[in-house]
Structure formats: C-alpha cells, structure tokens
C-alpha cells in the first residue's frame, strides 16, 4: 500500500483531506486505481469514510473528472461517484455517459447503467436491454435495476418464463435479473424454480438479495426451509462463506434450534451439521477468509454440534417420502431401511436411485431390491447405473 493510500485510508484529518483533495482535483488516477485494487483488503467502514472525504471534494468545477475513474469500477465508490454526476448532471454529461455506454468497457458501462437509473433518458433502454443478461454481474444487475427504474415489464415478465426453462443456465439467467429487478413478487416463482431445476443451489443463494432469507422462512415456512437448506448444500462451493452474515444464518439456525423442531427443521439442521463439520476440518474452505468469517463460520458449527442428536436422525426419517422437499437430504443421514424401501416404489426415478445408492451405503441392498427398483424405471439411463450397483 502506497503511503498515500495510507494517508488517505487514515484516521488523521492533516493527512487524509489533502491527499482527497488531491485525488480529486488533479485528478489522481493512479491512486484511485489503487484504492480500486485494494476493495477486499479494507474494511467496510473506512471505505465509507474515504467516499465521504472524496465526495466532499466533489463541486461544479471538477465533477467531470470523476469521468476518468469510471475505468475502475468498484461497488464500494459506485454511489459517491454517480450521486455526484447525478447532481450536476446536464444534457452534454448524458450525452458523454451515453456514448461511453455504447463504445466503453464493462467497468464504464456498469457506471452507466446506474447513471440511468437517475437519469432517465430513453436513449439508455436499448443499451440497458443489451447488457441486462452479461456474464458480468455488477453490469448486469445495474442494468436491470435500471430497466425496473424506467418501469420496463417485458424483460420481467419474460425473465419469469426463463424460470420455467428446460435450460438451467437460461433458469439462472432468469433468477438473477428478478432478483435485480427487485420486485418481490417474483419471490414465489423463483421458488418454484428452486424446487426443480438442477441449479437449485445457485438460484437458492440468490434469493436472499430479493427477499431477507428470514422473512423466505416466516412467510413460506417448509419452502423457506427448502430455500435454507439449499443455500446451506452450496456454503463453501457456490456460495462465499462471507455470505453467512448476509444471509443470517447463525441467527435463523439458533431461532429453529431454540423452538418447537419439527421434521422439516430436523433434517435441515442434520445437513447443516455435516456441511459445517465440513467447513471446519478442511482448511481449503477457510484458509482464504476473513477472521471474522472463520470465527462465523466456527460459532455456528458449535451451535449446531450442541444441537444435533440421534432424535433429530429419528425426527427426520419422517420426510422419507416421495412428497417431501427434503426426502433427498433425509437420506443422506437415515439408517431406517424400511422407509427407504418403501421408495423403491416411488413415481420419481431419481429418487429410486438415490434409495437404491442409500441401501448400498447402509450395506444391506440385496437383488430383490435391485428388481423392485428397476420395474420402476424407464429411463436408460437410470437403469444402467443401477445395473452397474
């Protein structure tokens, strides 16, 4: 870290006001690019504090030179940036923002399309319609969120119908935009989607940027666990563990722990526990994260480890059939042969297989098992993997 960036990140006003003034006024690209580069190094605070310093400087005189930092983009500056734009805005600096949104890269036209959201030219729809499904996520969702900002329909009520997609890709792609979009009627759809599609666990951890995972689960009660134990299935792997705070998770799982648990709640937290056993013993998942994310990340393994018991496992068995949300889950855990061979009859073929590969882990399937399960299944596929069991 550069001695001005020390400065300017400081506690000590004779330090940080001239080296803002600076920044601003000369401007001082260079170290605005290095301010950029080091977003996952500073806290979230004193990236709050070095906006305001900057955004002090901000008048009439130099607003446009914010214009060359918009080849670094960063959530953490994105507000005091725009904000200032906004209020001098005038027709020549839409003209400028709407060119570099035609031509600029992706970091320019992620400030663009949150310039209109404020600025709401209608020669900025078709640029937002453009970029509202990039691989980029902070274009993306600026974009739409801009597109909801003009009031535009059509993409929503087209990006519900990606939901119900055979492509799972085109699913996220769908979930994601509703999610930007930022209309929580979308919440049930994007549940529906959930409980179908093979990304579930990708869809699930984006939900709770639409609607607080909290008020998922007071509101839809088992499908808000269903969202809650997917979004547990993806910590480590799709999901950042620094998104426990986000998603409150030590919170939720104290509040479930701490009630009247039913079998829902049982089989979620019995996959909690091995996922954070997980977690905890293999130092690949922690060993690039914050101290506070390992201490999270650590506390609810404790809470969970002073929870989970072999009532919970008895408990759970109880969602061992074919119309559960979390039949899956439950046998992941279960010693209880006879429910699981009960869903050798099941209409569902995946299923089938996941009983049939359950009973292999217990040590007990047998060849008359094998024959139930295969006068049950057509697909091909299926019936080859349980040949080959």
């Known amino acids: 870290m550069s001695d001005k960036l020390k ?35 500073l806290y ?10 900057l955004e002090k400087n901000c008048n009439n005189d130099n607003f446009k030179n914010l214009l060359q930092f918009l080849k670094y983009y960063s959530p953490s500056y994105e507000e005091f940036i725009i904000r200032q734009l906004v209020k001098y805005a005038n027709e020549d600096l839409t003209d400028k923002m709407l060119e570099l949104f035609e031509n600029g890269d992706n970091n320019e036209k992620t400030y663009c399309a949150k310039y209109f959201s404020y600025i709401k030219d209608p020669l900025a729809l078709d640029y ?27 993409l929503f009520n087209n990006a519900i119908n ?28 994007i549940i529906s989607a959930i409980k179908t599609s093979s990304f579930a666990e990708n869809i699930a951890s984006e939900l709770p940027y639409l609607v607080p995972l909290k ?6 009660e088992t499908e808000g666990l ?37 079998s829902a709640q049982a089989t979620v937290l019995i996959n909690a526990k091995d996922k954070f056993t997980t977690l905890t013993e293999n130092d690949e998942y922690l060993f690039d994260e914050t101290k506070d ?9 404790k809470l969970l480890d002073s929870a989970v018991n072999k009532q919970l496992n008895s408990l759970a068995d109880k969602e061992l059939h074919s119309g559960s ?46 024959n139930i399960a295969l006068k049950n299944i057509s697909n091909e596929n299926i019936k080859n993997i349980i040949l080959a069991i």
């Open 7 to 41: 400065m300017l990140t400081g506690k000590n006003p004779k330090d940080f006001e001239p080296v803002a003034y600076s920044l601003i006024n000369t401007p001082d690209i260079d170290l605005f690019e290095e301010l950029v580069e080091k977003d996952d190094y």
């Open 215 to 220: 008020e998922i689960i007071e509101k839809y």
């Open 162 to 189: 990606k939901l119900n997609s055979d492509d799972e890709f085109e699913q996220l792609k769908g979930a994601k935009f509703l999610v930007s979009y930022g209309d929580k009627s979308a919440c049930e759809a």
């Open 128 to 154: 937002l319609k453009q970029n509202a499904y990039d691989e980029d996520p902070y274009l993306s969702a600026n974009s739409v969120a801009a597109l909801a900002s003009f009031g535009d329909k059509d």
């Open 293 to 301: 994310t390992k201490q999270e990340t650590y506390a609810i393994n």
């Open 44 to 53: 979230d605070f004193i990236k709050d504090n070095v906006a305001k310093r």
């Open 325 to 370: 949300l979390f039949v899956f889950s439950a046998l992941e855990f279960t010693q209880n042969s006879q429910k699981v061979r009960e869903l050798l009859n099941s209409q569902n073929q995946t299923l089938i297989l996941k009983s049939i590969e359950t009973l292999k882990r217990m040590g007990i399937l047998t060849t008359e098992d094998k």
């Open 226 to 262: 269903f969202v809650l134990n997917n979004i547990i299935n993806g910590l480590g792997e799709v999901t950042a563990l620094s998104q426990l705070f986000d998603f409150e998770i030590y919170d939720i799982l104290d509040k479930i722990i701490n009630g009247e648990i039913n």
